[in-house]
């Protein structure tokens, strides 16, 4: 047994225990034979994936996996100094066992904990209130005193621990920090406040609204001032997706200070601070100031010549990505005025009656990967079914498409009835639109199921248009819904007796923003508008539910009701006018469904409905209201 621990190489690093039995235990098994002595230390490859070493050195399994055979001292099962022994420069000094007051950690036991050098064991206080290891800090650490030193131990450095431990792990040590104040490797680095607020921004914000440079295109040009209002703005909209504690009040007014601030250059940078600025109030319930803002970004816009197509090759840098980024903030600009115009119908769409040739945006794949093909032109997307040109175009350019007939549905004459051939003309658009689609545009997810924003916005605006065409001539009564004007303003529509062309219209653009709500992607990564877009659709969803001829059993339209709360519910975590849409919402449909309790007591109601519909309508609509009363916006839980 003594020549099994006599054949390991002293190294000077081997843990020789104290107590001999420790150092070799031999079990027997009943009358067979002893199994095979354990070794007398293990080496840290081995220590660290808990497996079996041969003592060693290098041990063989450090041989066969290519792996750098360190040795470091352990602990395990050491019980103190002996008595009136002399010191032997081999061994490691005695320490103190440890008391109810402190916790002493040896480098050997944690590989992690070896950047705070391996000349000390570390004693750490334990507060009244223990933290955990998330909660350690260096500060905390007292200095080592020279009864705990390693300084004898020869053969083994700080950085030949980090290179051991990364081989083992599979980690790149080149970003490690081994200085001798970490406990930990710094390869983890904590973020500042503004890196996650500018993290959170393109993570969950930039997708919607994609005009601002890339990230990785963006930073670089950030180190000097002259873009102080636009990062200023990214960060207040990157705190709103995230818990930045009582940090938002002053993101926000740093934000619009430098906004104000006519000493920055009022430049297309601006343009885009601006921008991202209105889209951010808009949702979060100022809407005033969010129109007032527009008309000032517009004003700028016009001023610099945004409109211009040789404005992005002027101030583009020679860069193909920021003249990109020059055409989708134009754009941009003129899908925000008109979804502001669509939904809140308090703007009257200025930017539609601009003159522009500003080229088109490409994919946003090619945009975000910095591969800018040559751009093409309106003319050439709006003649591509008469010219045969058989070049694919971009899911902006068809955003572009639906705003543009979104505008030109503003722009016609006041229609006078439900055959009046303007509205015909409109209709017609939007047909041409969806059947003109290519066969991989036709739906806002990608062929490997991941969201296209673009398109997601496009089928959005071309059903908000539908809606806003003929919900005024079909027969919903609107009266039902006319407290919820968290959007727009009430407008009213008589009821009729049957149901005409433009009642199914209204009711199956309805049915096709709530389907929107049904693709497995996150709600917040859409632009905030759909908020608006999905409260038009449940007013029409309500007017629907409150008529009397209605089928009872019609689950479809309850579960589209659903749908369109659940939805606003989840909106609301982060936009102030998804919780304020959600509410007025819920109310009117609470309202509805007392009226429909008080027309159910008169039996002529229930003329035609067997015993087991009445029951099942009955069932149906109160759980439409207890799953609403259910309902808590997710800012609110604790």
């Known amino acids: 047994m003594a020549q099994a621990v006599a054949d390991v190489p002293d190294t000077g690093l081997a843990s020789k225990p104290e107590d001999p039995a420790k150092a070799s235990e031999i079990k027997e098994d009943g009358d067979g034979p002893s199994r095979e002595s354990a070794v007398s230390a293990a080496c840290l490859a081995c220590r660290s994936k808990h497996l079996k070493c041969d003592g060693q050195s290098p041990c063989s399994r450090c041989v066969g996996s290519n792996f750098e055979c360190i040795y470091v001292a352990s ?85 030949q621990l980090y290179r051991s431990y990364c081989s083992i792990n599979g980690i790149e040590p080149n970003g490690l920090v081994t200085g001798t104040h970490l406990p930990f490797p710094a390869h983890f680095p904590m973020q500042t406040l503004q890196e996650r607020c500018i993290d959170s921004f393109y993570r969950y914000f930039h997708g919607s609204h994609p005009f601002v440079l890339p990230r990785e295109h963006l930073l670089p040009l950030a180190n000097g001032t002259t873009l102080d209002p636009l990062m200023a703005v990214i960060r207040w909209v990157g705190s709103l997706f995230i818990d930045v504690g009582k940090s938002r009040p002053s993101l ?99 930017l539609y009656d601009v003159p522009t040739d500003v080229n088109l945006p490409c994919e946003e794949s090619q945009y975000f990967a910095g591969h800018i093909p040559p751009p093409m032109t309106l003319e050439e997307l709006e003649d591509r079914d008469f010219s045969g040109d058989e070049r694919r175009f971009s899911s902006f350019a068809y955003r572009i498409l639906c705003g543009r007939n979104l505008g030109r549905f503003m722009r016609t004459p006041p229609i006078y009835g439900p055959e009046d051939e303007n509205l015909g003309r409109i209709e017609a658009l939007l047909t041409n639109w969806r059947l003109h689609l290519p066969e991989d545009k036709k739906d806002s997810l990608t062929a490997n199921g991941q969201l296209d924003e673009m398109m997601f916005q496009a089928h959005m605006m ?171 916006p997710p800012h609110l839980l604790g």
């Open 75 to 159: 602990r395990r099962g050491y019980k103190g100094p002996r008595r009136g022994t002399a010191q032997n420069p081999n061994k490691r000094h005695a320490t103190s066992p440890p008391d109810t007051d402190s916790i002493s950690i040896a480098p050997s036991e944690c590989p992690m904990l070896l950047g705070a050098g391996v000349s000390s064991a570390m004693s750490v206080p334990v507060p009244s209130n223990p933290m955990s290891i998330h909660g350690f800090s260096p500060s905390l650490m007292p200095e080592a005193s020279p009864a705990a030193s390693y300084q004898d131990t020869p053969g083994v450095s700080q950085a």
């Open 252 to 350: 926000y007014d740093d934000a619009m200070r430098l906004l104000d601030d006519l000493s920055f250059p009022q430049d297309g940078f601006k343009v885009q601070a601006m921008m991202l600025s209105i889209v951010a109030l808009d949702g979060c319930c100022e809407n005033t100031k969010a129109a007032e803002l527009l008309g000032r970004t517009e004003t700028l816009a016009l001023q610099i010549g945004l409109n211009k197509g040789h404005f992005a090759s002027l101030n583009g840098r020679g860069n193909p990505v920021l003249e990109e980024s020059w055409r989708r903030t134009w754009w941009d600009l003129f899908i925000i005025d008109g979804m502001i115009a669509g939904v809140h119908r308090m703007t009257n769409f200025l």
């Open 462 to 632: 071309m059903y908000a248009t539908s809606i806003l065409l003929h919900q005024p001539h079909s027969q919903l009564d609107s009266s039902p819904s006319q407290k919820i004007t968290s959007c727009a303003p009430y407008q009213l529509v008589p009821a009729g007796d049957l149901f005409n062309k433009h009642t199914k219209h209204t009711i199956a653009s309805a049915n096709g923003i709530s389907k929107l709500i049904t693709h497995r992607v996150p709600l917040l990564s859409h632009t905030h508008f759909f908020t608006c877009v999905i409260t038009l659709s449940s007013i029409v969803h309500l007017n629907k539910w409150a008529l009397f001829f209605i089928q009872h059993d019609d689950d479809d339209l309850r579960q589209q009701i659903r749908l369109n709360i659940g939805a606003l519910n989840e909106l609301s975590a982060v936009w102030g006018a998804a919780d304020r849409a959600r509410g007025q919402v819920k109310g009117v449909a609470q309202e509805i469904y007392h009226i429909k309790k008080e027309q159910q007591k008169n039996p002529q109601f229930w003329l035609g409905f067997t015993q087991e519909d009445v029951i099942n309508s009955i069932a149906a609509d109160e759980s439409i209201i207890s799953n609403f009363d259910d309902m808590t």
